[in-house]
C-alpha cells in the first residue's frame, strides 16, 4: 500500500471513529479546538529553494542565509543560497534510523557567530536493541574544503535507553537566558510520562554544556535531573512565543488529542491519564479529559493532523501573519495557520493542502519569507512569498 493510500485510510478511520460515536468533536470543549476561518486570508506563492532531500527532519538558517538541513537517514548537508544541496556534512556520530527515529533536529548555539557551535538531537544507538534520543553540541567548520563538525560532545541522553522506533520527540529551542528546552517523548511506554525517576515524556531544560539549571523545578521523591515538564506524549514541535517569551510546545496525540501547549516550569501535562483521543483500536484511552493537577492544552485537534515542527511568524512580507502560529502537519498534509489571542487560538487556517505533501518543518527565513521542509524520498524546501 503505498503512503498516499495509508493516509488516505487513516483519516477514513478517523472519520468512522466520528460517526460511530467512539470520539467527536463534542468531546472537546470549543474553547480549545475546532476555531473558524480567519477573516483575512494573505495571498501568496510557494517557490521551489532546494529539492532531492531524503526524509529531511529539521531546517535551520545560518547568519549568512545558507541553511542547514538535517535527514533521518543521518545525514546533515548545507543548501546555499542559490538552493545548491552539499555532501552530507563530516563528523556526524551515528545515528538509529528505524521509524520515526534518526537525525532530528538541530539548532544554533544564541551567540554562534562568536562560537560556530551547532547542536543536535538523534537516535543514538545505546548497545543491543536500545536506543534514545540524544543531545550532541559541535563546532561547523564550512570556511574551506567540506563541511564538517568537530569538537563532537554528547551533552544529554535520554534515560532510561529503549527498543524500538517510536516517540523520539526531540525539538530544541533556546530560552532567552541561554538555556536549551529538549522535547522528548514517552517512546510509546505511556505510563512513563508519568514517572519522574526518567526523561520519557518531558520536557527537560539544560545548560549549553549539558548541565541543569539551578532554577529546575524540584519534585518530591526522587526524579530524573533536568525534567521542565512532563505528562507528555511525543512533542514533535518547540518555538519561543515572541512576545511573551515562553516556551510553546505542540505534540502527537494518538486517535485524536493532538495538542498545543505552553509548557510550564514543574506542571503536569496529563499524558496517558487525561486527553481528548482515543486508541487506535478505538477502545477508551484516558481516565477522563480534566484531572485536578493536570494542565488543559491550548488547543486541541480531533481528528489529528500529525503535528510537527513549528514557528511563530516574525517577519515583515505578510503583515497579517504577523505573530501567527504555524505547524506542520503530517498526516494533514498541510501547514496549519493558527491565530492567536494571547493564549487562545482564535482561527485555523490550512495551507499548502493542494500539495499532497507531508510537512515536517518551518521556519522564518532572514528575509522574511516563511520556508517549510516536505517529509518524503525526495523531500523539498519551499518558500512561501506574497503573491503579486
Given at each position: 500500500?503505498?503512503r498516499?493510500?495509508?493516509?488516505?485510510a487513516?483519516?477514513?478511520?478517523?472519520?468512522?471513529?466520528f460517526?460511530?460515536?467512539?470520539?467527536?468533536?463534542?468531546?472537546?470543549?470549543a474553547?480549545?479546538?475546532?476555531?473558524?476561518?480567519?477573516?483575512?486570508?494573505?495571498?501568496?506563492k510557494?517557490?521551489?529553494?532546494?529539492?532531492?532531500?531524503?526524509?529531511?527532519?529539521?531546517?535551520?538558517?545560518?547568519?549568512?542565509?545558507?541553511?542547514?538541513?538535517t535527514?533521518?537517514?543521518?545525514?546533515m548537508?548545507?543548501?546555499?543560497?542559490?538552493?545548491?544541496?552539499?555532501?552530507?556534512?563530516?563528523?556526524?556520530?551515528?545515528?538509529?534510523?528505524?521509524?520515526?527515529?534518526?537525525?532530528?533536529?538541530?539548532?544554533?548555539?544564541?551567540?554562534?557567530?562568536?562560537?560556530r557551535?551547532?547542536?543536535?538531537?538523534?537516535?543514538e544507538?545505546?548497545?543491543?536493541?536500545?536506543?534514545?534520543?540524544?543531545?550532541?553540541?559541535?563546532?561547523?567548520?564550512?570556511?574551506?574544503?567540506?563541511?564538517?563538525?568537530?569538537?563532537?560532545?554528547?551533552?544529554?541522553?535520554?534515560?532510561?535507553?529503549?527498543?524500538?522506533g517510536?516517540?523520539?520527540?526531540?525539538?530544541?529551542?533556546?530560552?532567552?537566558?541561554?538555556?536549551?528546552?529538549v522535547?522528548?517523548?514517552?517512546?510509546?511506554?505511556?505510563?512513563?510520562?508519568?514517572?519522574?525517576?526518567?526523561h520519557l515524556?518531558?520536557v527537560?531544560r539544560?545548560?549549553?554544556?549539558?548541565?541543569?539549571?539551578a532554577?529546575?523545578?524540584?519534585?518530591?521523591?526522587?526524579?530524573?535531573?533536568?525534567?521542565?515538564?512532563?505528562?507528555?506524549?511525543?512533542p514533535?514541535?518547540?518555538?519561543?512565543?515572541?512576545?511573551?517569551?515562553?516556551?510553546?510546545?505542540?505534540?502527537?496525540g494518538?486517535?485524536?488529542g493532538?495538542?498545543?501547549?505552553?509548557?510550564?516550569?514543574?506542571?503536569?501535562?496529563?499524558?496517558?491519564?487525561?486527553?481528548y483521543?482515543?486508541d487506535?483500536?478505538?477502545a477508551?484511552?484516558?481516565?477522563?479529559?480534566?484531572?485536578?493537577?493536570?494542565?488543559?492544552?491550548?488547543?486541541?485537534?480531533?481528528?489529528?493532523?500529525?503535528?510537527?515542527?513549528?514557528?511563530?511568524?516574525t517577519?515583515?512580507?505578510?503583515?497579517?501573519?504577523?505573530g501567527?502560529?504555524?505547524?506542520?502537519?503530517?498526516?494533514?498534509?498541510?501547514?496549519?495557520?493558527?491565530?492567536?489571542?494571547?493564549?487562545?487560538?482564535v482561527?485555523?487556517?490550512h495551507?499548502?493542502?493542494?500539495?499532497?505533501?507531508?510537512?515536517?518543518?518551518?521556519?522564518?527565513?532572514?528575509?522574511?519569507?516563511?520556508?517549510?521542509?516536505?517529509?518524503?524520498?525526495?523531500?523539498?524546501?519551499?518558500?512561501?512569498?506574497?503573491?503579486?
Open positions: 500500500m503505498s498516499r493510500a495509508i493516509v488516505l487513516v483519516i477514513l478511520l478517523a472519520a468512522i471513529g460517526v460511530s460515536g467512539r470520539f467527536t468533536r463534542a468531546d472537546v470543549p474553547a480549545i479546538t475546532n476555531a473558524p476561518q480567519p477573516a483575512v486570508k494573505a495571498a501568496f510557494v517557490e521551489v529553494v532546494a529539492t532531492g532531500l531524503a526524509y529531511p527532519w529539521a531546517l535551520q538558517f545560518l547568519p549568512d542565509g545558507r541553511m542547514l538541513v535527514e533521518r537517514g543521518g545525514r548537508r548545507v543548501i546555499d543560497r542559490q538552493g545548491v544541496v552539499s555532501p552530507p556534512i563530516e563528523g556526524l556520530p551515528a545515528s538509529v534510523a528505524i521509524n520515526q527515529g534518526g537525525l532530528l533536529d538541530v539548532a544554533l548555539d544564541p551567540k554562534f557567530a562568536d562560537t557551535l551547532i547542536y543536535f538531537t538523534f537516535a544507538p545505546r548497545g543491543s536493541d536500545a536506543n534514545g534520543t540524544s543531545v550532541a553540541r559541535a563546532r561547523l567548520e564550512l570556511d574551506a574544503g567540506a563541511a564538517r563538525l568537530v569538537d563532537l560532545k554528547i551533552i544529554f541522553r535520554q534515560e532510561p535507553a529503549s527498543t524500538g517510536l516517540h523520539f520527540g526531540s525539538r530544541l529551542a533556546f530560552a532567552d537566558d541561554g538555556t536549551l528546552f522535547t522528548l517523548g514517552e517512546r510509546n511506554q505511556r505510563d512513563a510520562a508519568q514517572d519522574l525517576t526518567g515524556g518531558k527537560v539544560i545548560t549549553t554544556d549539558g548541565g541543569f539549571p532554577d529546575n523545578p524540584t519534585f518530591p521523591g526522587t526524579a530524573a535531573p533536568g525534567i521542565w515538564s512532563y505528562g507528555h506524549r511525543n514533535q514541535s518547540a518555538a519561543i512565543h515572541p512576545t511573551s517569551r515562553k516556551l510553546w510546545t505542540v505534540e502527537h494518538p486517535r485524536g493532538d495538542e498545543v501547549n505552553v509548557p510550564e516550569k514543574g506542571r503536569n501535562y496529563g499524558w496517558p491519564v487525561i486527553g483521543g482515543i487506535y483500536s478505538g477508551k484511552l484516558h481516565q477522563s479529559t480534566q484531572k485536578t493537577g493536570m494542565e488543559q492544552p491550548v488547543y486541541v485537534w480531533a481528528p489529528s493532523i500529525a503535528p510537527t515542527g513549528m514557528a511563530f511568524y517577519g515583515n512580507r505578510f503583515p497579517a501573519w504577523k501567527n502560529l504555524f505547524v506542520g502537519a503530517l498526516a494533514g498534509q498541510h501547514l496549519t495557520r493558527l491565530i492567536l489571542d494571547n493564549e487562545k487560538i482561527a485555523e487556517e495551507l499548502l493542502a493542494d500539495l499532497g505533501e507531508r510537512i515536517r518543518d518551518v521556519r522564518n527565513g532572514p528575509d522574511g519569507y516563511l520556508y517549510v521542509l516536505t517529509d518524503n524520498s525526495r523531500g523539498r524546501v519551499l518558500r512561501l512569498v506574497p503573491a503579486p
